[in-house]
């Protein structure tokens, strides 16, 4: 194993364990040895927090293991986040509101589609997590966006997208809308009508460029 691979699986151990300090502290030794901070995010804490959820499914893990994981998934992530933002500081390619559908909180995968987003260059209005339609849509107008992000983790609350979708093209807005999250396809993005469909948030920033007409050479 090179010396990255052994920082990755301890952030992933770390996220594991729910350990704050340990992740927090692994993240700042990964910025200091030049590791790019999405690479210590996909290879280190995803799969962490990916085993977590997969232990917690196999009754390995109780809920209060699986939260104390998302704990120092976000501890990591708070030092991390900043040098995403500092990676790309481009001029704005478009307006974007983004937000996890109501009923769901999960905002990590949210989170991070939302910070890349604007470290390409995007200016975005992070609405936080369990949003409710409307105010997807009033903060769309009020915003001025070229795009409405939605994320779902939950089969049970997939449904907002579809309300969603409806509701924005019933407003009229030029907003387009772009739908993720895990249990998340392209086939459930087409069925609702979104305009588009990325599954991490690399390939959402590709989408997003396309939605308002700023492919990858642009
Ligand atoms: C961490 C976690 C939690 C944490 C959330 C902490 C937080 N602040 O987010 C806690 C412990 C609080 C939690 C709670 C619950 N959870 Co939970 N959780 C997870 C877990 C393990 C990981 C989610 C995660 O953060 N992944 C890491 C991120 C980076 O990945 P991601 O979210 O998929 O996002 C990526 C892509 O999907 C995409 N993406 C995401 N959003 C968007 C948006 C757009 C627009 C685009 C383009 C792309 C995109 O890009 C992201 C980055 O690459 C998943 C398991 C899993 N494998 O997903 C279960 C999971 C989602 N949870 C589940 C459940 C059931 C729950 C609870 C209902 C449990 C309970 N009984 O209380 C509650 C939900 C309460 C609620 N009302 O929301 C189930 C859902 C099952 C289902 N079919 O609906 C899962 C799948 C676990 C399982 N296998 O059973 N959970």
């Known amino acids: 194993m090179t010396d990255r691979q052994v920082l990755f699986s301890a952030l ?20 200091a040895e030049g590791v790019p901070a999405l690479e210590a995010i996909e290879q280190g804490l995803v799969p962490g927090i990916r085993q977590a959820g997969q232990r917690w499914e196999e009754g390995e893990y109780f809920l209060p293991e699986l939260v104390t994981a998302a704990q120092a998934m976000k501890a990591a992530m708070m030092v991390l986040q900043p040098a995403l933002d500092r990676d790309d500081p481009s001029s704005s390619l478009g307006r974007v509101v983004i937000g996890t559908v109501e009923g769901d909180i999960h905002d990590i995968g949210k989170t991070l589609v939302g910070t890349l987003l604007s470290a390409s260059g995007f200016t975005v209005s992070d609405e936080g997590a369990s949003v409710p339609v409307a105010r997807f849509v009033a903060r769309a107008q009020e915003f001025g966006a070229d795009l409405v992000c939605a994320s779902a983790l939950l089969t049970t ?43 991490n948030a690399l390939a959402a920033v590709a989408v997003a460029r396309e939605l308002v007409g700023r492919g990858a050479t642009d």
């Not at 992933?12 to 990964?30: E, H, S």
């Not at 979708?165 to 895990?182: D, E, F, I, N, P």
């Open 12 to 31: 992933r151990v770390a996220v594991l364990d729910g350990d704050d300090a340990a992740a927090g502290r692994l993240a700042t030794q990964a910025l």
């Open 157 to 199: 609350t997939m449904p907002k997208q579809r309300e969603l979708a409806a509701a924005l093209k019933g407003s009229g807005l030029r907003a387009k809308l772009m739908v993720g999250g895990a249990p998340v396809n392209k086939g459930w993005a087409d069925a609702i009508g979104a305009d588009g469909y990325a599954d």
